[in-house]
Each structure stands twice: as C-alpha cells, then as structure tokens.
C-alpha cells in the first residue's frame, strides 16, 4: 500500500517550484520530489504542514492507494 499526493497539482496551481514548496515547510526539494514521485511517505508533522501551507485538510493532499 502506498500514498498518493495531489501536491504536484496544487504546486502547478499556484506556480511553485519543488525548492520553492520545500522552502516554505523547511525539507529539501528532494524530499518534495520523492513526496511527489511516491518514494518517500511524509511524517505526520511534514503532512500537517503541507495542509497547512496549501489550507487544505491533509485528506486532501494524501490517500492510501
């Protein structure tokens, strides 16, 4: 079971780069990248920032595939 992310959609949305997002939540734009391509599942705190970040409730940035 993996986790799928909206967060490469809502980045384009808003014309965010992958340093740029990483910057904002304090990780490395690698981090971001594996978020996004499915390598790396976020912790709780990284998953709480990005909602808050994007204003979006974590359900809606992640579900379990």
Do not use: C, W
């Amino acid at each position: 079971m993996g986790v799928l992310t909206n967060l490469p959609l809502l980045r384009a949305e808003r014309k965010l780069t992958q340093a740029e997002l990483a910057a904002a939540v304090g990780v490395s734009r690698q981090t971001v990248n594996s978020i996004e391509t499915g390598r790396f599942e976020p912790s709780l705190s990284l998953a709480l920032k990005l909602g808050r970040f994007f204003e979006t409730p974590v359900e809606d940035l992640f579900a379990l595939a």
